[in-house]
């Protein structure tokens, strides 16, 4: 696996369970994966020659992050196999090119322009502004590059825009979605063709940063459900995508528009560690490996995932008292310096009571994140549907 942050750290532990040899292309050895992985080579996944090295002692490579450039890409896989391959992780680290792509699908997405100055993103938000609004706040994207919210940026206004553009990056202009929520779901495609989802789950970002997934997405409407999971299957398959693909969409109004696509294991899937048969992480060794695919099925009725940013201090001291207090969350600790704002773990409950099991989680996670207990935000949702006054009888008389 090349890159060695926490998702390679959590797909050695699956292999590890497998007995499958992993190695991972690490940039530093205090990386989150180099602390635990006995097979780790320290390189640059921006340098051809680092790659390539790391790639010929491999025989299946596959990938932590989408920054490896296509020019190394292409070459490495004359040397071994490569998965996914060069031409799907070309939509991952190219948002136009998947804009585009998915649009040729038929695939439904937020209204977008690349844009070079103000004046066309002026055009845009005019374009836009009909039957959705004024336009305004309009986002813009960088092409390339972006992760966790970086790279986005959503303007209110000319001036903010214009800030954006001075920049000199590369940029997508994008319809502003008034979305009831924000859904996630998660496949695997194996180069066989064989290919599995799990339940489409919710997902909560704050500041572009995920903060909770929920496992299933709570009322959501069967139809919808079904619809995102094809909607991923044909993805990976149109794609050519081996190995897991996450498909970040928004839910507006009864309708499903994909934002994002992720091929690895993804945030929106850390809860079927501890809340589903087959974790993502095995998920993706089997299909990158072509080994058949192992069962997305839930073992609960429900999974809270809560992450754990870098907050205030050193979390493992505060460990034996999340412990302590909830003997049933799952804390999951990645190594990782603290930063603020920084994904350092993540806790895990699994259970019936989802009220509860927010609570649980997010007490959890904010006490190891900054050791006080941060209020449990409210969930967002699509308005419950109305209900039509039903007049009841309750009786009648024969004959009349
Ligand atoms: P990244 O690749 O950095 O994760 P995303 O495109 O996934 O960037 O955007 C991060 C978050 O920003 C989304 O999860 C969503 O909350 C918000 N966002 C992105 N695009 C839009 C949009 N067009 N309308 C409204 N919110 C958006």
Same mark, same amino acid.
């Given at each position: 696996?090349? *890159?060695?942050?926490?998702?390679?750290?959590?797909?050695? #532990?699956?292999?590890? *369970?497998?007995?499958?040899?992993? $190695?991972?292309?690490?940039?530093?050895?205090?990386?989150?994966?180099?602390?635990?992985?006995?097979?780790?080579?320290?390189?640059?996944?921006?340098?051809?020659?680092?790659?390539?090295?790391?790639?010929?002692?491999?025989?299946?490579?596959?990938?932590?992050?989408?920054?490896?450039?296509?020019?190394?890409?292409?070459?490495?896989?004359?040397?071994? +196999?490569?998965?996914?391959?060069?031409?799907?992780?070309?939509?991952?680290?190219?948002?136009?090119?998947?804009?585009?792509?998915?649009?040729?699908?038929? @695939?439904?997405?937020?209204?977008? #322009?690349?844009?070079?100055?103000?004046?066309?993103?002026?055009?845009?938000?005019?374009?836009?502004?009909?039957?959705?609004?004024?336009?305004?706040?309009? @986002?813009?994207?960088?092409?390339?590059? /972006?992760?966790?919210?970086?790279?986005?940026?959503?303007?209110?206004?000319?001036?903010?825009?214009?800030?954006?553009?001075?920049? /000199?990056?590369?940029?997508?202009?994008?319809?502003?979605?008034?979305?009831?929520?924000?859904?996630?779901?998660?496949?695997?495609?194996?180069?066989?063709?064989?290919? @599995?989802?799990?339940?489409?789950? #919710?997902?909560?970002?704050?500041?572009?940063?995920?903060?909770?997934?929920?496992?299933?997405? %709570?009322?959501?409407?069967?139809?919808?459900?079904?619809?995102?999971?094809?909607?991923?299957?044909?993805?990976?398959?149109?794609?050519?995508?081996?190995?897991?693909?996450?498909?970040?969409?928004?839910?507006?109004?009864?309708?499903?528009?994909?934002?994002?696509?992720?091929?690895?294991?993804?945030?929106?899937?850390?809860?079927?560690?501890? /809340?589903?048969?087959?974790?993502?992480?095995?998920?993706?060794?089997? =299909?990158?490996?072509?080994?058949?695919?192992?069962?997305?099925?839930?073992?609960? %009725?429900?999974?809270?995932?809560?992450?754990?940013? /870098?907050?205030? !201090?050193?979390?493992?001291?505060?460990?034996?008292?999340?412990?302590?207090?909830?003997?049933? =969350?799952?804390?999951?600790?990645?190594?990782? #310096?603290?930063?603020? !704002? $920084?994904?350092?773990?993540?806790?895990?409950?699994?259970?019936?009571?989802?009220?509860?099991?927010?609570? $649980?989680?997010?007490?959890?996670?904010?006490?190891? +994140?900054?050791?006080?207990?941060?209020?449990?935000?409210?969930?967002?949702?699509?308005?419950?549907?109305? @209900?039509?006054?039903?007049?009841?009888?309750?009786?009648?008389?024969?004959? $009349?």
């Amino acid at each position: 696996m090349i *890159g060695g942050g926490q998702l390679a750290r959590m797909t050695a #532990q699956a292999a590890v *369970g497998l007995g499958i040899e992993f $190695r991972v292309l690490a940039g530093t050895a205090a990386d989150s994966a180099a602390q635990v992985c006995a097979g780790t080579t320290i390189g640059d996944h921006r340098s051809a020659s680092d790659v390539l090295a790391f790639g010929a002692v491999c025989d299946v490579v596959t990938f932590d992050h989408e920054h490896v450039p296509g020019v190394h890409l292409a070459v490495l896989e004359r040397l071994t +196999s490569v998965r996914p391959g060069r031409e799907a992780l070309r939509f991952t680290q190219d948002k136009r090119a998947m804009r585009e792509r998915l649009g040729a699908l038929g @695939v439904r997405c937020p209204a977008y #322009q690349p844009v070079t100055g103000l004046a066309e993103v002026l055009d845009f938000t005019r374009r836009h502004a009909a039957g959705r609004g004024t336009g305004w706040p309009v @986002v813009l994207k960088a092409t390339t590059g /972006g992760y966790d919210g970086k790279g986005v940026w959503v303007c209110p206004s000319a001036d903010a825009a214009a800030e954006v553009l001075s920049h /000199g990056v590369a940029l997508l202009a994008e319809e502003h979605v008034a979305f009831d929520r924000e859904l996630a779901v998660l496949v695997a495609r194996s180069p066989a063709g064989q290919g @599995v989802a799990y339940p489409v789950v #919710q997902t909560v970002q704050r500041d572009g940063i995920c903060r909770e997934v929920i496992a299933p997405a %709570p009322n959501l409407d069967d139809d919808l459900a079904t619809r995102a999971q094809e909607t991923g299957l044909r993805i990976a398959a149109e794609l050519g995508v081996t190995g897991l693909l996450a498909v970040e969409m928004f839910e507006a109004g009864g309708e499903l528009l994909v934002n994002e696509l992720a091929m690895r294991p993804h945030n929106s899937g850390h809860w079927t560690i501890d /809340g589903a048969v087959t974790s993502q992480f095995e998920q993706h060794l089997r =299909a990158v490996l072509d080994l058949p695919l192992g069962s997305p099925a839930p073992t609960a %009725p429900f999974t809270v995932m809560v992450n754990v940013l /870098g907050g205030d !201090g050193d979390p493992y001291p505060r460990l034996v008292h999340v412990m302590a207090a909830d003997p049933g =969350a799952r804390v999951h600790l990645y190594g990782k #310096q603290v930063r603020p !704002g $920084r994904k350092i773990g993540h806790v895990t409950v699994t259970g019936r009571d989802l009220p509860g099991l927010r609570e $649980r989680a997010w007490r959890a996670a904010s006490w190891l +994140s900054r050791g006080t207990e941060e209020p449990v935000p409210e969930l967002p949702g699509p308005a419950a549907p109305a @209900v039509a006054a039903v007049r009841v009888r309750t009786g009648f008389r024969r004959g $009349r």
